[in-house]
């Protein structure tokens, strides 16, 4: 057997022992070995880096390495760090171009570049524009979940997991007592109670607030606060227990977001379960596939999936068409070099501020 051949089995005995006991999930391995294994040997061959977001499949997810899975943010940091000449970008399009920003002189592949999103789809640089000439002089900090045009037009960029942080230095650098957030308005009425709360005197302005644009991701919205106390009615987990939690991200609606025990990003979801070991059932108030991929890594907690909210644009990313963009070098992702250079820097303020 040769060096690469071990290193394919390896990653297979690996992707399987994920797998195995969590059911249908090892059945499907079963299913789709052969195309894994193809898709391993390209992998290899290529030399590709191969990004999984927390919300593929759990399959597809499974095909990153350990230190290749996770959030927008983590896995185009990855993208930068990587000497390979080739980056396979397992999430939606936003997330593929934030990895080519990055990571300019890298060939950067998505399965399928119809992988959209309905945060970042509606909005244009445009809007942008026509937001600083409504506010003057205030400072635009522009969620990730966003094309490139729209990020080059911004002050800052931000992620879930530092928005807050990222609007209050926006504030304090400009001396400005009011903040432009775009495009997620459920978002920005969150981190607008969140400032409330903290007695900070900030007004933060989003689509929808003053007019009859309206931003928002189509799964974080179904949630609802009854679903919520549902939830904690029907598997006894009451707010506040130490065993039991309910996690819910920042993109779900404000009344959503009281009823949690803890809200933020993916990745922070993950650190909480991490830190704390007495935990034995949680639901995570998120893309349903969210839950299925944690399940592999924390055995010992009950993840209450009653999720039937799953993201249509993630799920455009299927083995069959990975296996076709690996083999073909099809589906590049650009971004215009001017437009980059401009994202490029909205990217590097935020990440000055973490
Ligand atoms: S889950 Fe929501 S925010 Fe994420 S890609 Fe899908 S529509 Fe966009």
């Known amino acids: ?207 929808g607030r003053d007019d009859d644009l309206f931003g928002r991701c189509e799964v974080h919205e179904k949630f609802t606060a009854e679903h919520i106390r549902d939830i904690r009615r029907q598997f006894d987990m009451p707010k506040g227990a130490s065993n039991a939690a309910v996690l819910v991200h920042w993109e779900c609606p404000p009344e959503v977001v009281a009823e949690a025990d803890y809200c933020g990003s993916t990745s922070d979801m993950a650190r909480y379960i991490t830190r704390r070991p007495g935990l034995v059932r949680v639901y995570l108030a998120t893309e349903c596939e969210m839950a299925a991929n944690l399940a592999s890594e924390f055995p010992q907690v009950e993840f209450v999936r009653t999720c039937g909210f799953f993201c249509q644009h993630m799920r455009r990313i299927t083995l069959d068409k990975i296996l076709r963009s690996l083999e073909d070098e099809v589906h590049e992702v650009d971004v215009p070099e001017a437009i980059r250079v401009k994202a490029r820097r909205a990217i590097d303020r935020m990440l000055g501020v973490d």
Not at 118 to 143: H, Q
Request: glycine share 4%.
């Open 1 to 207: 057997m040769s060096h690469k051949d071990i290193s394919i089995k390896s990653k297979l005995d690996s992707i399987e022992e994920r797998l195995r006991g969590q059911g249908d999930q090892h059945l499907d391995f079963l299913a789709h070995k052969e195309q894994i294994t193809r898709i391993l040997e390209l992998v290899e061959r290529k030399n590709v880096l191969v990004l999984g977001h927390n919300y593929m499949a759990p399959l597809v997810y499974s095909i990153s390495g350990e230190k290749e899975r996770g959030d927008s943010l983590a896995l185009s940091r990855r993208a930068a760090e990587t000497r390979k000449p080739i980056i396979l970008f397992d999430g939606v399009r936003f997330m593929a171009e934030t990895a080519k920003i990055l990571s300019p002189e890298k060939k950067v592949l998505i399965a399928d570049v119809e992988a959209g999103c309905s945060l970042a789809d509606p909005f244009t640089a445009d809007d942008i524009r026509a937001y600083r000439a409504r506010y003057p002089g205030s400072p635009v900090v522009t969620y990730i979940n966003s094309y490139a045009d729209v990020k080059a037009e911004s002050d800052y960029c931000c992620t879930s997991a530092n928005a807050i942080a990222v609007v209050k230095h926006a504030a304090r650098e400009s001396g400005a007592r009011r903040v432009i957030f775009f495009p997620d308005s459920l978002m920005a009425r969150n981190i607008q109670n969140e400032l409330r709360r903290d007695g900070y005197d900030l007004e933060v302005v989003y689509p």
